[in-house]
């Protein structure tokens, strides 16, 4: 096999492991489900009483959501680990921006 | 062939040879991915900021319409499950495939986007204008910019359609289409901590 040959071939073969890349469909669609389900409990808050878990459950579930479709859905949990690096380094820092802006308006507030 | 020719064409460089052996493409959309979280985090703060500032004009909890939101919230949602099936048609070579679930992606985003058009009209009605208090300025800013945000997407996941069609895209059509839907998994992503944060946890 002829060094050209060869690489037709792996970048096909690589084509095919893209294709496999993640999930199946059935898979995705079984995400979804469970998001469709995660969202129903998030509304039910609206209706039922919670009460002291009624903010624990909606910030977990809101958490949960998140990291479910950006692991599943955005591939990160099959990605190069610099994807990850370079999404969460951003998440990262817009939480600290969000606690540092509370802290300052609770500390420094008339 | 060599481990650096293997690691390029199993991320998608097709041949192109790069510092990280990644697609450059995938890199800079996951750095603009991280620097878009600054933009909403800064966003989500000024209105975690604000909501309480109420001197005149309906409070949050006067004008917010949670079943409705909530059904919104559910279409983009959903949005997210279409456009990671045209991902999967894309890569297995599926035009038609791909052209449909992008062209379903499109629907559902437009139908969040009237939606939010009908919500801040609602809303105005009933007297929350863009200036009426520092909740309503900060409210209109964050799902503004994150409705702007949809309708980019919309309009780029219509343009992927045509150019698709038309099967002008040079290289690798299945790294195009993971691409936009990246971004389009990230306006889905933003609005599960906006629906949570703004909408069901009161001020």
């Known amino acids: 096999m002829t060094a050209a040959t060869e690489t037709h071939t792996e970048l096909n073969h690589s084509h095919d492991d893209h294709a496999q890349h993640g999930m199946s469909n059935a898979g995705y669609i079984r995400i979804a489900i469970i998001l469709a389900a995660m969202t129903g409990l998030e509304v039910s808050t609206y209706y039922v009483d919670f009460g002291s878990l009624f903010l624990p459950v909606l910030l977990i579930l809101m958490v949960v959501k998140f990291f479910v479709v950006v692991s599943y859905f955005m591939h990160l949990k099959f990605d190069n680990k610099l994807f990850s690096f370079c999404f969460y380094a951003g998440l990262f820092l817009a939480v600290m921006v969000y606690v540092i802006a509370l802290a300052t308006f609770k500390f420094f507030a008339a | 062939m060599s481990d650096v020719a293997v690691h390029e064409a199993d991320h998608g460089t097709h041949g192109h040879t790069t510092s990280t052996g990644l697609s450059n493409n995938k890199v800079a959309m996951w750095l603009f991915l991280g620097s878009e979280c600054l933009l909403f985090g800064g966003l989500i703060s000024t209105y975690m900021l604000y909501r309480g500032r109420v001197s005149v004009g309906p409070r949050p909890g006067n004008v917010f319409d949670i079943p409705f939101t909530s059904v919104s919230s559910f279409i983009l949602l959903m949005s997210s499950l279409t456009m990671v099936l045209a991902v999967s048609a894309a890569q297995n070579r599926d035009d038609r495939g791909t052209t449909l679930w992008l062209s379903v992606t499109a629907l559902l985003g437009a139908t969040f986007v009237g939606?939010?058009?009908?919500?801040?009209?609602?809303?105005?009605?009933?007297?929350?204008?863009?200036?009426?208090?520092?909740?309503?300025?900060?409210?209109?800013?964050?799902?503004?910019?994150?409705?702007?945000?949809?309708?980019?997407g919309i309009i780029m996941l219509m343009s992927l359609v045509g150019i698709i069609k038309r099967s002008t895209i040079p290289g690798d059509k299945a790294e195009v289409v993971e691409l936009i839907g990246l971004y389009w998994h990230f306006v889905d992503v933003i609005w599960i901590v906006i629906f949570t944060l703004v909408y069901l946890i009161p001020a």
């Open chain 2, 115 to 152: 939606g939010q058009v009908y919500e801040f009209t609602a809303m105005y009605n009933e007297g929350l204008g863009f200036t009426t208090s520092l909740f309503g300025s900060s409210f209109y800013t964050l799902t503004g910019f994150h409705g702007v945000h949809v309708t980019v």
